[in-house]
C-alpha cells in the first residue's frame, strides 16, 4: 500500500498522482484514458483496462480418474473454457461420460473435439443472472419436492414419488450455476456494481443455496423412502402426525428465505420459535411407527428427512441478518 498526500488547485479540484511503475506495468502513458468509479463502499476505483474486453480464462485438464470432478470444479472457478486434453485416444466411454456429467452444468457447451481432445465453452453472460433470482428458482423447484414428496407418502403415490426424485437433477444445475456466478462477481467489482450485490450476500447466498439443495436432497429421501414402503399406508393417527410435521418445516423455509432477502429478524424468530413443536411431533411420530410391523419403519426414515428439512430452514432463517450500512 502507498499512501499519498491530495492536492488542490487553484479551482478547487482536487489532484493525486498514480504510482509509476503501476502505470508504466499498465502501459499508461501521458493522455491515456481510465475510468474512475466510485464503488458501494465508498472506494475509489481507478481501471487502467476500460473498455477492454476481459480475457476468458481457460483451464487444461488432463484424463485422470477424477476428471469429471475437476471439470465441475473448474466449472464452479468461474473458468470460461475448459480443455480436455489427452496423450492418446479418449475412449468413446469417457467421452459418454464426460457429456452425461457435465449436462448438470448450464451453460456449458462442447465447442470443439477431436480424437484427443474435448473443448467446452461456458456460452453464459453472468450479469444477466442475478443471483437472488437463481436462488428464488432453485427454492422454487426443491419446495414443490418437498411438497410433492410429502403428498406421495400419505398417499403411498410411488409415481409421484419417481417424479420428484427426477427433479433432484434441476436443484443441483441451478446450485452449481449460482456457486458459480457468485464467485465471479466476488472476482469482478464492476459486476458486483451491475448486479448492485455485496461481497456479504455473495456470502450468505451461497450458504442459502447450499442449503435449499440440502432441502431437495431430504426430499428425494421422502420419495425414496415412498417406493421403499412398497405401497404401505400409513395409518390415520401417523398420516395427520406426518403432515401436522410436514407443514411446520413448509412453512418455516418458505418464511426463512423471505426473511433472508428481507432482513426480517421478527419473521426468522418466529421460525425458531417452532423448535418444542417440531421436536415433540417427531417424538409421537416415533413412537407410533414403534407400535406398529417392522414395514412401517421407512416412515420414520421420512419423518428424520422432514426434521432436517426444518433443521435447514432454521440455518436459513440465521442468516437473515441486517446488512452492514
Request: include cysteine; hydrophobic fraction near 40%.
Amino acid at each position: 500500500m502507498e499512501l499519498r498526500k491530495l492536492q488542490r488547485t487553484g479551482g478547487g479540484t482536487f489532484l493525486v498522482s498514480l504510482p509509476k511503475s503501476w502505470a508504466e506495468k499498465n502501459g499508461l502513458a501521458r493522455g491515456s484514458l481510465v475510468a474512475v468509479s466510485e464503488r458501494m463502499n465508498g472506494c475509489l476505483v481507478v481501471d487502467p483496462k476500460y473498455g477492454l474486453e476481459p480475457e476468458p480464462q481457460k483451464a487444461v485438464i488432463a484424463p485422470t480418474p477424477y476428471l469429471v470432478h475437476e471439470i465441475i470444479g473448474k466449472y464452479l472457478l468461474g473458468y470460461d473454457i475448459i480443455r480436455v486434453e489427452a496423450k492418446g485416444r479418449i475412449s468413446p466411454e469417457e467421452r459418454e461420460h464426460i457429456k452425461q456429467r457435465t449436462s448438470r452444468l448450464i451453460g456449458l457447451e462442447i465447442v470443439e473435439e477431436d480424437h484427443s481432445k474435448i473443448v467446452m465453452q461456458c456460452l453464459l453472460e453472468p450479469s444477466s443472472f442475478p443471483p437472488e433470482k437463481i436462488l428464488r428458482r432453485e427454492y422454487s423447484i426443491a419446495h414443490g419436492m418437498h411438497r410433492d414428496a410429502v403428498t406421495a407418502l400419505i398417499e403411498s403415490d410411488v409415481s409421484l414419488a419417481k417424479n420428484v426424485i427426477a427433479r433432484d437433477e434441476e436443484v443441483d444445475r441451478l446450485y452449481f450455476l449460482l456457486v458459480r456466478i457468485l464467485r465471479t462477481v466476488i472476482q469482478n467489482p464492476h459486476l458486483s456494481e451491475k448486479l448492485q450485490i455485496l461481497p456479504i450476500d455473495c456470502l450468505d447466498y451461497r450458504l442459502a443455496a447450499s442449503l435449499i439443495e440440502s432441502i431437495g436432497d431430504q426430499s428425494t429421501q421422502i420419495a425414496e423412502n415412498v417406493i421403499r414402503l412398497g405401497g404401505v399406508k400409513p395409518t390415520k393417527d401417523l398420516s395427520q402426525l406426518l403432515l401436522n410435521f410436514s407443514q411446520i418445516a413448509y412453512e418455516a423455509h418458505e418464511n426463512a428465505l423471505t426473511a433472508l432477502l428481507s432482513r426480517d429478524l421478527s419473521l426468522a424468530e418466529t421460525i425458531r420459535a417452532k423448535r418444542e413443536t417440531a421436536a415433540s411431533i417427531f417424538h409421537n411420530i416415533e413412537a407410533i411407527v414403534h407400535t406398529q410391523p417392522v414395514k412401517f419403519a421407512p416412515y420414520i426414515l421420512a419423518a428424520s428427512a422432514i426434521s432436517r428439512i426444518y433443521d435447514h430452514s432454521v440455518d436459513i432463517a440465521d442468516l437473515g441478518m441486517p446488512r452492514p450500512v
